[in-house]
C-alpha cells in the first residue's frame, strides 16, 4: 500500500447528515453502535459509541460531511463537544505517528546525534513517505522529528524506533502508551502507520494522542513548524515542508487562522486522516477526521469546517462525552460495566446503551420542534429489549477482539 501525505485516492460516499434544522437541545440521533465499534469499550461515555452523530444542538453544523468517523473537543477541558463514529476502528495512516511520538518523544536530547546506518532503513516498508535520510550521515534528535512531524517520514521514524532498541520494542512501549491513555480502539502493528493487517485506531483515541501529545513543549513545536532546512551530506542541506495543508496554506487551501498543528496522514488503504489543533481567544480545539470520501483537500476543509462550528457554538454546547486522562496521570480507569463496555463514573451516565442490532427506534427532529417519539412505556420497552439483546449476545460467547 502506498503510504503518503500529497495524494489521496477517492473513496466511495459515505455521507452524514447533519442536522435537519437548528433543532432544540436533544440529541441528534440514538442509534446502533457501528459493528465495528460493537465491542469497543466506551470510553469517555455511553453516546460516543452510536452510529449516528452526537451533538446536543444541530446549530451551525455542517451539513455534508463525508468522513467516516470525526470528533471535536475542547483541548483544555477535555469535552467532546460533537460526534460522529467516534469509537470507530479505522486505519490510521500517519496520524499513528502522534503516539509514536508520545512514547519516544522524551527518550532522546533534541541536540543529540546519530549516525544511521543501512540496519536502521532496512525494514522501512516499500511505498512509504519519505524525508530522505541516507545511511553514513549524522543527525541530530530534533532533525530526525522534524523528518517524522514535517515529511512524515517513515526513514525517520524507523532511525528514531532503532535508537530506541528496535521495531518490535518500539512497537510494544507504543501499546502500553496507548493502553496508558485509555486508547483502547487503537492496535499498533508498525511504529510509522503504514498500512498493515490489523493496524487501527479511532477518532476518539487519535484526538487522545494529540492532546497528550501537545501538552508536550517539543511536540508542540515540531508540529507546528512549516518549513526546516534537513541535512544531504557535506554541509549541505535542502528545505523540508510541512505537509498539513491548513498550516501552510498550500494546494489551494488558505492557512487556518489559529492552527497549530497537529499530524496528518494518507494511504491508499486508509484514504486521508487528520486531527488539527487550533487556538483563538485563548480556547484550543481538537478536530479529528477520517477517510472522507474523495478530494485532494476534503479532510481540512472538513476539519477546518468543524473547527468553525466549535469556535462559534462550542461554547454553549453541551458535552456528549469526554477525552479520558492518561492512568499514570491520575486517569479513572474506566470499568466494564454490565454492557461489557466502559463507561467512566459521571460520563455518560443519560445515555442509552448502544447495542449490535439495528435501530428501532430513534428521536427525530424537524424545523418545526422536537416530536419525542421514545416516551413512557415504549422507551422502557426498548430499555429491556437492548438488556436482553445484550444478554443473548453474551451468552453466545461474544468477546471484545
Known amino acids: 500500500m502506498r503510504d503518503s501525505t500529497q495524494s489521496p485516492s477517492p473513496r466511495p460516499s459515505r455521507r452524514a447528515l447533519l442536522g435537519l434544522a437548528a433543532a ?66 479505522l486505519a490510521p495512516a500517519s496520524t499513528l505517528k502522534m503516539l509514536f511520538a508520545d512514547t519516544v518523544l522524551k527518550k532522546f536530547p533534541r541536540s543529540g546525534r ?28 530534533e532533525q530526525l522529528w522534524q ?35 485509555q486508547a483502547l480502539d487503537t492496535h499498533v502493528v508498525s511504529p510509522d502507520g503504514f498500512d498493515h493487517p490489523g493496524q487501527l485506531s479511532s477518532a476518539y483515541d487519535l484526538t487522545l494522542f494529540a492532546r497528550h501529545g501537545l501538552r508536550n513543549a517539543d511536540f508542540r513545536g515540531y508540529c507546528g513548524t512549516r518549513t526546516a532546512d534537513f541535512p544531504a551530506g557535506g554541509k549541505k542541506t535542502f528545505q523540508i515542508q510541512n ?72 461554547g454553549s454546547a453541551q458535552a456528549v462525552g469526554t477525552l479520558v ?37 430513534r428521536l427525530l427532529e424537524g424545523a418545526g420542534g422536537t416530536a419525542v417519539l421514545l416516551a413512557g412505556g415504549a422507551w422502557a420497552l426498548r430499555r429491556r429489549w437492548a438488556a436482553a439483546q445484550a444478554a443473548r449476545a453474551d451468552s453466545a460467547g461474544r468477546h471484545r477482539r
Open 114 to 141: 546519530h549516525e544511521v546506518t543501512a540496519a536502521d532503513l532496512a525494514d522501512i516498508p516499500a511505498g512509504s513517505s519519505l524525508v530522505g535520510i541516507q545511511p553514513g550521515i549524522t543527525y541530530t534528535v
Open 325 to 361: 486522562e492518561p492512568l499514570s496521570e491520575g486517569g479513572t480507569k474506566a470499568e466494564a460495566g454490565p454492557s461489557g463496555k466502559a463507561d467512566p463514573a459521571g460520563v455518560g451516565a443519560s445515555g442509552a446503551t448502544a447495542h449490535a442490532g439495528p435501530s428501532t427506534w
Open 243 to 314: 505537509t498539513d495543508r491548513l498550516l501552510t496554506g498550500t494546494w489551494g487551501l488558505k492557512t487556518y487562522d489559529g492552527i497549530i498543528g497537529v499530524k496528518n496522514g494518507y494511504t491508499s488503504h486508509a484514504g486521508n486522516t487528520f486531527t488539527g489543533a487550533a487556538v483563538r481567544g485563548g480556547r484550543t480545539l481538537l478536530v479529528t477526521v477520517m477517510h472522507p470520501s474523495a478530494g485532494a483537500n476534503a479532510v481540512y476543509e472538513e476539519t477546518a469546517a468543524l473547527l468553525d462550528w466549535g469556535f462559534a457554538h462550542g
Open 147 to 181: 523528518g517524522v512531524f514535517l515529511r512524515s517520514g517513515n526513514d525517520a521514524v524507523h532511525v528514531l524506533a532503532h535508537m530506541n532498541g528496535g521495531v518490535a520494542k518500539t512497537v510494544a512501549e507504543m501499546q502500553a502508551t496507548a493502553q496508558d491513555l
Open 24 to 89: 432544540g437541545p436533544l440529541a441528534l440521533s440514538v442509534g446502533a453502535a457501528p459493528a465495528s465499534a460493537a465491542g469497543t469499550s466506551v470510553i469517555g461515555g455511553a453516546r460516543l459509541a452510536r452510529s449516528g452523530v452526537q451533538a446536543q444542538s444541530t446549530t451551525g453544523l455542517p451539513r455534508k460531511l463525508t468522513a467516516r468517523a470525526w470528533l471535536v473537543a475542547d483541548g483544555e477541558s477535555g469535552e467532546v463537544l460533537a460526534s460522529y463514529r467516534a469509537h470507530e476502528r
